[in-house]
């Protein structure tokens, strides 16, 4: 049950984040512009931007780093010669041998 909790809470955070901004800005983007300065609704959206961008770098870092290290362990397993699968008992044989 707590498992469970925990993957439903990061999924509706991740909803929330990855959803919420990109509504705002599209519901806002034909405002009407202050033209006395910083316009209220722009200061928003490019903050909400941002918020996307470094929500994308958060993400594309945290799928790259498993991705790179199965990678790795592939080129790894392949250069060493394990293509099949090795238990100690066939380990263990071609010692003997």
Do not use: W, Y
Not at 78 to 90: I, M, Q, Y
């Amino acid at each position: 049950m707590g498992k469970l909790f925990i993957h439903l809470s990061l999924l509706l955070c991740f909803t929330a984040v990855s959803l919420f901004p990109g509504t705002l800005i599209l519901s806002r983007a034909n405002h009407v512009h202050n033209r006395e300065g910083a316009c209220a609704t722009c200061v928003n959206i490019i903050e909400l931007g941002n918020l996307l961008r470094q929500f994308r770098m958060s993400v594309s870092g945290v799928l790259f780093t498993p991705v790179s290290l199965l990678f790795i362990i592939t080129v790894q397993r392949a250069a060493l010669g394990f293509d099949e699968v090795t238990t100690p008992v066939k380990l263990k044989i071609l010692m003997n041998n």
